[in-house]
T-cell receptor, first 111, second 111 residues
Framework: DGGITQSPKYLFRKEGQNVTLSCEQN?????MYWYRQDPGQGLRLIYY???????QKGDIAEGYSVSREKKESFPLTVTSAQKNPTAFYLC??????????FGSGTQLSVL | EDQVTQSPEALRLQEGESSSLNCSYT??????LFWYRQDPGKGPEFLFT???AGEEKEKERLKATLTKKESFLHITAPKPEDSATYLC????????????FGSGTQLTVLP
């Protein structure tokens, strides 16, 4: 079955540590996205990529980094510069400009 | 700047009690309005896309409608399995074409 796989489902970060969230899709979509979801708030865009080896900052990119070396993969690194990283992180993909397909999410917490 | 406001924030219904969820939006040229369903701890699941005022779409007990300022998600004779958070998002016709999400309506249907 085609879809988007996020791992791990739960992740814990220590002070000063960088952590990487994985996102893989087999839908052959060109565009991929990372969103952050906090309780009671809408999804906020962190980064997006419309093509391999290219990506753009979203509304809340500070403290995060991404790479897009393969069409299928779009990992997100939460760096130590992100002072409030606790949130539910969602990866999505789409055909350009069309509806988003979402993964099952990663819950990141701070130890 | 695109904005999306959903109301109410939370809604409790008895099984079979029909109601509507509201999504008000401001956007510089609407390309599409999207409805998603999100279960706790999971990624959003696509329901509908509406493109122009007057358009309606239906799926089982759900019906989505669109005007120039708002969209409604009508739920007819809901069942407990319809309990979820319903998210609305708009996509502008600008070059970025990114989605702006509302904060959602948490629906609980009691048996």
């Amino acid at each position: 079955d085609g879809g988007i796989t996020q791992s791990p489902k739960y992740l814990f970060r220590k002070e000063g540590q960088n952590v990487t969230l994985s996102c893989e899709q087999n839908l052959n979509h060109d565009a991929m996205y990372w969103y952050r979801q906090d309780p009671g708030q809408g999804l906020r865009l962190i980064y997006y990529s419309q093509i391999v080896n290219d990506f753009q900052k979203g509304d809340i990119a500070e403290g995060y980094s991404v790479s897009r070396e393969k069409k299928e993969s779009f990992p997100l690194t939460v760096t130590s510069a992100q002072k409030n990283p606790t949130a539910f992180y969602l990866c999505a993909s789409s055909i350009q400009g069309e509806k988003l397909f979402f993964g099952s999410g990663t819950q990141l917490s701070v130890l | 700047e695109d904005q999306v406001t959903q109301s109410p924030e939370a809604l409790r219904l008895q099984e079979g009690e029909s109601s509507s969820l509201n999504c008000s939006y401001t956007v510089s040229g609407l390309r599409g309005l999207f409805w998603y369903r999100q279960d706790p701890g999971k990624g959003p699941e696509f329901l509908f896309t509406l493109y122009s005022a007057g358009e309606e779409k239906e799926k089982e007990r759900l019906k989505a409608t669109l005007t120039k300022k708002e969209s409604f998600l009508h739920i007819t004779a809901p069942k407990p399995e319809d309990s979820a958070t319903y998210l609305c998002a708009v996509q502008s016709s600008g070059s970025a074409r990114q989605l702006t999400f509302g904060s959602g309506t948490q629906l609980t249907v009691l048996p």
